[in-house]
């Protein structure tokens, strides 16, 4: 999640008072006036939970996914992108078997009433 998606989701008034700075530079951040300052990228992405990575927010300092993040939470963190590329890809591999069979095939997308 960037910290835009982050500010989106938990509001300007949160944000600030979670991470630490003011609305206006939460205003900044959200609308990519600045970004965060290389001296706080590790305190902004622990406030958020992890949430926002390091390489999330400033891919320049950052250049790995898994860089600036706690060795106890890198594992977890990269399980849930390997798991979020697996999705991906078994998607995709699902929209190709459609074109392939071609649009006299239904696509079964599981039980219409499932509760």
């Known amino acids: 999640m960037n910290i835009q ?8 008034e949160l944000a600030a008072k979670t991470l630490g700075v003011s609305v206006p530079a939460i205003k900044h951040y959200r609308n990519g006036i600045r970004r965060i300052s290389p001296s706080k990228v590790i305190s902004v992405c622990a406030a958020t939970g992890w949430k926002v990575t ?16 706690p060795l106890e939470r890198a594992a977890d963190f990269l399980d849930r992108r390997s798991a979020e590329r697996r999705a991906l890809e078994r998607r995709e591999q699902e929209r190709r078997d459609h074109e392939r069979r071609g649009s006299g095939f239904p696509v079964d997308h599981g039980p219409e009433n499932a509760a």
């Open 54 to 69: 390091p390489h999330e927010a400033r891919p320049d300092i950052y250049p790995n996914p898994a860089d600036g993040i």
């Open 5 to 12: 998606t982050y500010i989106q989701q938990v509001g300007l």
